[in-house]
């Protein structure tokens, strides 16, 4: 299905499916992903309801460069008893999906890493962004460019710990590089 659904300045969102022609109007953006999935023959799975105030939604995914199934050994207590708000996920790795309190989506994301390592000795490393180059919201604090940013941090830590550096070579960097 070539062409995504593009905002109309009536208020309406358009798609059209360039292999059969199809195209669509409504004032629902998700209607008109539904019936552009309908008119390809893909399976439409609508968007989950918004999380409660103060809550976030998102993955975390323990990602390696070496095999490691979901059924894991280093995984039997996260199965057994993952945190609260989380679900794990099998993606040909380990994940977990979460819904979990926090100021901001950073600050939940952090707390959710940090009992995660401090319960069952596992650093989780990654929010399964697959292009991170992407930003679809840039403008708004808990959306999708914030899983980007602690997608990236959370890679990068793990990466530099594979090398050998340390909190204080990622903390030297990140000043070096302006963060406040």
């Given at each position: 299905m070539g062409g995504t659904p593009w905002a109309c300045?009536?208020?309406?969102?358009?798609?059209?499916?360039?292999?059969?022609?199809?195209t669509v109007t409504h004032a629902d953006e998700?209607?008109?992903?539904?019936?552009?999935?309908?008119?390809a023959g893909w399976e439409y799975a609508p968007p989950p309801p918004?999380?409660?105030?103060?809550?976030?939604?998102?993955?975390?995914?323990?990602e390696e460069f070496r095999a490691s199934g979901f059924e894991d050994e280093r995984y039997a207590g996260?199965?057994?008893?993952?945190?609260?708000?989380?679900?794990?996920?099998?993606r040909g790795c380990?994940?977990?999906?979460?819904?979990?309190?926090?100021?901001?989506?950073?600050d939940a994301v952090a707390g959710t890493v940090a009992e995660i390592r401090r319960e069952h000795g596992l650093v989780m490393n990654s929010l399964g962004v697959e292009k991170p180059q992407e930003w679809f919201d840039?403008?708004?604090?808990?959306?999708?460019?914030?899983?980007?940013?602690?997608?990236?941090?959370?890679?990068?830590?793990?990466?530099?710990?594979?090398?050998?550096?340390?909190?204080?070579?990622?903390a030297r960097l990140l000043d070096a590089a302006g963060v406040e």
């Open positions: 300045t009536d208020g309406t969102t358009t798609g059209r499916n360039d292999a059969s022609g199809f998700e209607e008109v992903k539904r019936r552009l999935y309908e008119d918004p999380v409660p105030p103060g809550f976030h939604r998102f993955s975390l995914v323990h996260l199965l057994a008893r993952p945190p609260e708000g989380c679900v794990p996920v099998d380990f994940a977990l999906t979460c819904e979990r309190p926090g100021k901001t989506l950073m840039a403008d708004t604090k808990n959306g999708y460019a914030a899983e980007v940013v602690a997608h990236l941090v959370l890679m990068a830590a793990h990466r530099a710990r594979l090398l050998g550096y340390g909190r204080k070579d990622m």
